[in-house]
């Protein structure tokens, strides 16, 4: 699985955020979801239109946004 084939972004659709193909749910949710501690059962349960592919591509997507982008970090220490 390719998340160039899950992960969409259109300009009329959700304001043009990155979201699962075939539905309205932003790549965000899922990953504030996953971050949250909720598992991709609960995820799943909670949005019927989401799939576990979905899931998991929105995980791949954002690994890729890190490898294109850096954010400010603290310094370590």
Request: hydrophobic share 55%.
């Amino acid at each position: 699985m390719r998340w160039e084939d899950l992960i969409v972004a259109d300009p009329d659709v959700a304001h043009g955020a990155a979201r699962i193909r075939g539905t309205r749910i932003l790549v965000s949710v899922v990953l504030d979801n996953l971050a949250a501690g909720l598992s991709e059962a609960l995820i799943l349960e909670s949005y019927p239109t989401l799939t576990l592919e979905g899931i998991r591509a929105a995980v791949a997507y954002a690994a890729e946004l890190t490898r294109e982008r850096l954010l400010p970090m603290p310094a370590a220490v």
